[in-house]
């Protein structure tokens, strides 16, 4: 088993463009996430899901685009990148019967 | 909302040693998950160790034990036996179970391991 999976794992944007961050798992987990870590802070929820066909927003949803077709893949769009978006992202996944989250090996997102 | 405030920036101990990392918590949940994450330089996330808020017992795992204070809101780590490998961030956080997609993160402890 692969895990949770993020590609790609380095990105450079110019301010303006779009891009997808790629998120896949194959423990067949329901519940997914996606966090952004800012230099010298904790992680902060983006958004969230909890089944196929459906999403929500966390704490720093503004500015990111997610849906969720099937239960493996959940991909983090953003539409307009900005400065203030320059952060590593982290996708994190847990089944219905834990708490505990697991997290993929991360993409440092770095937009000019 | 819930926060988590870990005050202690950076911690330095010596190998073989002992050291604890404080955390604390605010939240009016009275059922809720605590966690200690390490991060070392690969930036992975890994889970060091969790507590169920409804269980008293302190958890363990291996060298790794808390202290989980209920009433304080209160939830330490203790790593024994240091070793070179324990460098890394350690990050609490929280989750409670009504919202157990949300994770609540401190702002994280800089462990030091001096041989």
């Known amino acids: 088993n692969a895990g949770v999976t993020q590609t790609p794992k380095f990105q450079v944007l110019k301010t303006g463009q779009s891009m997808t961050l790629q998120c896949a798992q194959d423990?067949?987990?329901?519940?997914m996430s996606w966090y952004r870590q800012d230099p010298g802070m904790g992680l902060r929820l983006i958004h969230y899901?909890?089944?196929?066909?459906?999403?929500d927003q966390g704490e720093v949803p503004n500015g990111y685009n997610v849906s969720r077709s099937t239960t493996e893949d959940f991909p983090l769009r953003l539409l307009s990148a900005a400065p203030s978006q320059t952060s590593v992202y982290f996708c994190?996944?847990?089944?219905?019967?834990?708490?505990?989250?697991?997290f993929g090996p991360g993409t440092r997102l770095t937009v000019l | 909302a819930q926060t988590v405030t870990q005050s202690q920036p950076e911690m330095s101990v010596q190998e073989a040693e002992t050291v604890t990392l404080s955390c604390t918590y605010d939240?009016?949940?009275?059922?809720?998950?605590l966690f200690w994450y390490k991060q070392p330089p690969s930036r992975q996330m890994i889970l060091v160790i969790r507590q169920e808020a409804y269980k008293q017992q302190n958890a363990t795992e291996n060298r790794f034990s808390v202290n989980f204070q209920k009433a304080a809101k209160s939830f330490s780590l203790k790593i024994s036996d240091s070793q070179l490998g324990d460098a890394a961030m350690y990050f609490c956080?929280?989750?409670?179970?009504?919202?157990?997609?949300?994770?609540?993160f401190g702002g994280g402890t800089r462990v030091l391991v001096k041989p």
């Open positions: 956080a929280y989750s409670p179970q009504a919202a157990g997609n949300k994770l609540t």
């Open positions: 423990m067949n987990h329901e519940y």
């Open positions: 899901s909890v089944g196929a066909g459906i999403t």
């Open positions: 994190a996944t847990r089944t219905s019967g834990s708490y505990t989250q697991y």
């Open positions: 939240t009016s949940e009275s059922d809720y998950y």
